[in-house]
C-alpha cells in the first residue's frame, strides 16, 4: 500500500493517506512559478510536473497552472499506487 502526502508548509496537512510514502513535494523558487515533484521512497527517479501561475510567463506548452499541475502530480501517484497494489 502507498502513500502521498504534500510536503509544503504551505499547504499544511497530507493530502493522500496511503500505506508506503511517495511524497509531494511542491517547488516555487519564483513566486507564482514551481513544479510539483512526486518523489519515491524506492529510490528511483522523482517525477515533476511544471506549472505557472501568470499565464504570460507560461513560455512553453506543458505549462499548466498550480492547481492543474497538483491535480496530475496526485494523478500520476495514485496510479503509481494503483499499479503496486497491483489493481
Known amino acids: 500500500?502507498?502513500?502521498?502526502?504534500?510536503?509544503?508548509?504551505?499547504?499544511?496537512?497530507?493530502?493522500?493517506?496511503?500505506?508506503?510514502?511517495?511524497?509531494?513535494?511542491?517547488h516555487e523558487a519564483v513566486p507564482g512559478c514551481g513544479s510539483?515533484?512526486?518523489?519515491?521512497?524506492?529510490?528511483?527517479?522523482?517525477?515533476?510536473?511544471?506549472?505557472?501561475?501568470?499565464?504570460g510567463r507560461r513560455m512553453r506548452p506543458e505549462l499548466v497552472t498550480s492547481e492543474r499541475a497538483l491535480e496530475q502530480a496526485k494523478a500520476f501517484a495514485r496510479k503509481v499506487r494503483d499499479k503496486a497494489d497491483g489493481n
Not at 500500500?1 to 511542491?26: C, T
Open 1 to 26: 500500500m502507498l502513500k502521498a502526502y504534500v510536503d509544503d508548509s504551505n499547504m499544511g496537512h497530507p493530502a493522500e493517506s496511503w500505506g508506503m510514502s511517495i511524497r509531494l513535494i511542491k
Open 36 to 55: 510539483f515533484e512526486v518523489r519515491f521512497p524506492d529510490g528511483r527517479p522523482s517525477r515533476f510536473f511544471y506549472w505557472d501561475d501568470v499565464p
